[in-house]
């Protein structure tokens, strides 16, 4: 229980701070590259494009990805499975979650093979006329994955748990036991 309310914490902050702070990111790069472009014929930040592009909206999706499916944002298909019968329905949710899990499984494990390979190349990117690192971005990717992985763990245990129940109301705490 505490382990999932820990992790809940954990997705919370990459969501609202580490989001929060890219969003913030995005508008001030735009804002001054708009200003200093029209106003003061000048590039205050060289590269901003690539850095809005390339750091700061992927770091922004990639800390969102785990809380949003936790908390019911991704799009759910409920107008057919609600007009089954509970165990069917659980079945249903049961089989879908497998899937999910089979190919979010997949999916890490090649993210992970190249942030791994990113990391031993170093991997850079050109911003402006400067050359960054980008593996410390690509490794937010297997972060987010994984995160999605263990929610969607619990998930199949609160059905497994539940099998045949009629459903509960969806909401964002977590409950596990």
Known sequence: M??????????????SVGGGICLFAMMMI??????????????????????????AFPL??????PIAHREGSFPRFDMLVNSLSPAKRSAIAILVLLVEICVFAVLLWYVTRFSIA?????????IGTEVWPVWPIILMIPLAFGLMLLEMFRLLWVEIRDFGRPPREHHASVEIG
């Open 2 to 15: 505490a382990f999932w309310k820990w992790l809940d914490r954990i997705e919370g902050g990459m969501a």
């Open 30 to 55: 735009t804002v001054i590259s708009v200003l200093g472009r029209y106003v003061f014929h000048a590039d205050f930040i060289p590269g901003a494009y690539n850095i809005i592009e390339r750091i």
């Open 60 to 65: 922004m999706v990639f800390w969102a990805i």
């Open 118 to 126: 990113s990391v031993e190349v170093n991997r850079e990117m050109q």
